[in-house]
C-alpha cells in the first residue's frame, strides 16, 4: 500500500509541475462547451476560438461532453461556474443543459450565454446565432438565380418531412422567390428521410420527369451526396446545378466535379471566434450595439436587443474556388 | 467463517476506496487549491444522487446472484420520466408525479423480473432486450424532444441545498441508502439476498423462495431507477427522452469499484456509496483541472481494473 502513495505522490508532484506552469497567467477566462467533442464542425469553432483568444488577450477553455448527453454538458457547465472562470458559452443540448445553474452563475457573476444552440427562455445573457433561418432560405435563392436566371425550374429535395429547422428553410426559399423572382419555379419539396440513396433516387425521378430542370436544392445535408450522385450518374453535370446546406468536407468532392455549384452554411471558426469576442465584451462590462465593429470580420455584426440576439451574419457560400480554406 | 472473510473482503474495499479518494483530493488541493469551496461539495453531491440511487439497484440485483445484471436501468429512467410528464399533460394531478415516476420504474423493473424468473431468459439477454425497448419507447413516445412543464413546486425541491446539501440527497439518497443497508446487514430479508447470490442451489433447499425474492429485486432496482428519473425532473426542470443514456455501465462500474462481485453473493452498499462518491470526485476533478474528457473515461477504466484487481489479488495471498 505504501508502495501505492508513494507513487500517487510522485504523480502528483509531476503534475503539478506542469500545470503551475499552464495556470500561471491571469487573463480573462472564457470558457465555451460544445454538444460533443471531436466531431469537425465543433472543432472548426475550437480553432476559431483559440484564434480569437490569442488575438483578444483571453484564456480559452474548450470542454465538452464525449456524447451528446445534457447531464453531462451540465457537469462540464457547474464545473466551470465552480472553477470561477469569467464567462461561459453553450451550445445547449437542450435548456435543461443550463437552466438548474443560471442562478448559481449570476450569484459569482459569471457571464453565463449561448453559442449555436440556443435555450431562449433561460436567462442567458446572449445567443450568438450562426445565421437566420431567413438569411439561409433567401441566400440559396439568389445565389441560384445568378447562375441559372430567374426563369428556370428548381426542384427541392429535403431530409424528413418533420424537421422544423429544414421546414423552415424551404418556407423562406419559396418566399423569397415569391416575392423577388416570380418567374422562378420552384417545384413541391420531396422528401428523402435520412438516407443518400433515397435522396438520388428521388433525383433522378426529377430529372426525368423534369427535363427542362436547371437546378435542385438538397435541403438536409444527408441529401446532398444523394443529390450529387445522382447529377453525375444521369451525366447532367452542366445542365442541371445541385445546390445545398451541407459543410465543405460532405461537398468537396461534388463542388470540384461540378454537380455542385456551390453550398450554403456558415462558417464555425467564425462563429467560435465570435463567440469569444462575445465573451470578452460581456466581461468588459461593454453593451452590444445595433451593429458591432469585430475584428476579423468584413461586415458588422448585427445585434438584436429585443430577442438578444448576436447574429453572425449572412451565410457563407462554399464554390470549388474557396473550398480548401475550410475543413470542418 | 464465510461471514468472516466477506466482511474482510468489503473492508478492504472501503479502506481502498476511502484512499483513492484521499489521493484525488490531496492532488486536487495540490494543483488547484480554489477548488476547496462547499459549492464543489453541493456539485459532488448533486452530480451522485441520480448515479447512488441506480447504482443501488444494480448492485443488488448484481447481489442477488443467479447472473442478475440489470442493463435496462438507464432505459428505466429516460421512461419513468417520460411517462411521469406524459401523464401530467394528460391531466394527472401534479402531486401524483413523484408516485408515479417511482410506479413506472417499478413497473418497468419487474418486468425484467418476470422474464428473468418466470420465463428463464439470461438476465444479461433479457434487461439488454428491455434496455432497447424502454429507451428505445422513450424516444419514439417524445419523437425526441424534451418535455417541459414540471411543477414550479418540485423544482424548488429539486434545485433546494441545505447547508450544501442538495435536497433530493438529503431527502432521497441518504435514507434509501441506510434503509438498504440496514435491511441487508440486520434482517433475515437481507441474509437470504446474500444466501442466494451465494449458493442459489442450498438458498432454495433451506426454502428461501429464490424466484420471488429476484422478482422483488428486479423490481425494487426499476423503482429507485424512477426515483432517480423523478430527481432528474425536479433537477433539470424537463423531461429528456435520453435521461438515462450511459447509466447502464456507469452503475455497473460503481457496483463493482464498490465491491459487488459480478457472481452474485458478496459486498455491501456502503461500497457502492463509497464508489459512486469516488467516481464523480473524480469526474469533477479531472473537469476542474480541464482534463480532456475522452481522457476521464479511460481514467476511470483504469480505477475499475485497478480495484478489482487488488481485490482478487488480496483473496489470493489469503
Not at chain 1, 110 to 123: E, M, Q, R, V, Y
Not at chain 1, 148 to 160: L, N, Q, T
Not at chain 2, 62 to 86: C, E, H, P, T, Y
Request: proline letters at 4%; aromatic letters at 8%; charged letters at 15%.
Amino acid at each position: 500500500m505504501l508502495k501505492h502513495i508513494r507513487k500517487a505522490l510522485a504523480v502528483s508532484a509531476l503534475s503539478f509541475a506542469v500545470s503551475s506552469a499552464a495556470f500561471a497567467q491571469d487573463k480573462p477566462k472564457v470558457a465555451f462547451v460544445p454538444q460533443l467533442i471531436g466531431i469537425p464542425y465543433f472543432n472548426a469553432m475550437e480553432a476559431g476560438g483559440n484564434r480569437a483568444a490569442k488575438e483578444l488577450g483571453v484564456d480559452f477553455i474548450y470542454s465538452g461532453p464525449v456524447d451528446t448527453n445534457p447531464v453531462d454538458q451540465l457537469q462540464i457547465v457547474q464545473n466551470l461556474i465552480d472553477q470561477g472562470v469569467n464567462a461561459i458559452s453553450v451550445s445547449v443540448l437542450d435548456a435543461s443543459s443550463i437552466a438548474p445553474v443560471v442562478a448559481a452563475a449570476e450569484a459569482k457573476n459569471i457571464k453565463l450565454f449561448t453559442s449555436d444552440s440556443d435555450a431562449p427562455d433561460s436567462g442567458r445573457a446572449v445567443y450568438v446565432a450562426q445565421a437566420t433561418d431567413e438569411g439561409l432560405g433567401a441566400t440559396i435563392i439568389d445565389e441560384l438565380v445568378k447562375r441559372v436566371g430567374e426563369e428556370a425550374k428548381i426542384g427541392i429535395v429535403s431530409g424528413e418531412a418533420t424537421a422544423s429547422n429544414l421546414n423552415a428553410w424551404i418556407g423562406f426559399m419559396q418566399k423569397q422567390a415569391s416575392a423577388k423572382y416570380p418567374k422562378l419555379q420552384l417545384l413541391e419539396p420531396q422528401y428523402a428521410g435520412g438516407t443518400a440513396e433515397r435522396a438520388a433516387q428521388i433525383s433522378g425521378d426529377l430529372m426525368a420527369a423534369n427535363p427542362d430542370i436547371k437546378a435542385i436544392i438538397a435541403v438536409a445535408s444527408t441529401t446532398c451526396p444523394g443529390v450529387a450522385q445522382a447529377i453525375e450518374t444521369a451525366g447532367k453535370i452542366g445542365a442541371v446545378i445541385g445546390a445545398g446546406y451541407c459543410s465543405p468536407n460532405t461537398a468537396r468532392s461534388y463542388l470540384k466535379s461540378g454537380a455542385f455549384g456551390f453550398t450554403v452554411l456558415w462558417d464555425p471558426a467564425q462563429l467560435g471566434y465570435l463567440t469569444v469576442w462575445a465573451g470578452k465584451q460581456l466581461i468588459d462590462g461593454k453593451a452590444f450595439e445595433a451593429e458591432n465593429k469585430v475584428p476579423g470580420f468584413d461586415n458588422p455584426v448585427t445585434y438584436d436587443a429585443t430577442k438578444g440576439i448576436l447574429l453572425l451574419g449572412p451565410p457563407a457560400v462554399f464554390t470549388a474556388e474557396n473550398v480548401d480554406k475550410f475543413d470542418f | 467463517m464465510n461471514r468472516i472473510r466477506n466482511l474482510q473482503g468489503s473492508t478492504l474495499v472501503l479502506t481502498l476506496l476511502a484512499l483513492l479518494w484521499v489521493v484525488v483530493v490531496f492532488v486536487l488541493l495540490v494543483l488547484k487549491p480554489s477548488v476547496f469551496s462547499l459549492a464543489t461539495v453541493t456539485t459532488i453531491l448533486q452530480f451522485s444522487t441520480i448515479l447512488a440511487l441506480v447504482s443501488l439497484g444494480q448492485a443488488i440485483v448484481v447481489m442477488a446472484g443467479g447472473a442478475g445484471i440489470d442493463l435496462s436501468v438507464g432505459g428505466i429512467v429516460s421512461l419513468s420520466a417520460i411517462f411521469g410528464m406524459l401523464a401530467l399533460k394528460a391531466g394527472l394531478p401534479s402531486f401524483l408525479l413523484p408516485a408515479t415516476c417511482v410506479f413506472a420504474g417499478a413497473v418497468l423493473g419487474a418486468f425484467n423480473g418476470i422474464l428473468v424468473t418466470r420465463l428463464s431468459i439470461l438476465p444479461l439477454i433479457a434487461t439488454l432486450g428491455t434496455f432497447f425497448i424502454y429507451s428505445g419507447l422513450a424516444l419514439a413516445l417524445t419523437g425526441g424532444a424534451a418535455q417541459s412543464g414540471v411543477p414550479g413546486w418540485l423544482l424548488i425541491w429539486g434545485r433546494s441545498v441545505f447547508s450544501s446539501i442538495p435536497a433530493p440527497f438529503l431527502t432521497i439518497a441518504i435514507p434509501v441508502f441506510a434503509i438498504a443497508g440496514i435491511v441487508l446487514m440486520w434482517t433475515a430479508w437481507g441474509r437470504w439476498i446474500y444466501a442466494i447470490g451465494f449458493n442459489e442451489r442450498s438458498a432454495h433447499l433451506v426454502g428461501i423462495p429464490v424466484d420471488r425474492a429476484r422478482l422483488i429485486l428486479y423490481g425494487l432496482s426499476g423503482a429507485l431507477s424512477g426515483a432517480a428519473a423523478l430527481i432528474s425532473l425536479a433537477w433539470l426542470g424537463s423531461g429528456r427522452p435520453n435521461i438515462g443514456q450511459n447509466l447502464e455501465l456507469e452503475s455497473l462500474t460503481a457496483a463493482m469499484l464498490g465491491g459487488i462481485a459480478i457472481s452474485g453473493g458478496r459486498g455491501g452498499v456502503g461500497g457502492v456509496f463509497a464508489a459512486v462518491i469516488l467516481l464523480v470526485t473524480l469526474k469533477t476533478g479531472l473537469l476542474q483541472l480541464n482534463v480532456n474528457t475522452v481522457w476521464q473515461l479511460g481514467i476511470v477504466g483504469a480505477l475499475l481494473v485497478f480495484v478489482l484487481l487488488a481485490d482478487r489479488l488480496s483473496q489470493r495471498w489469503r
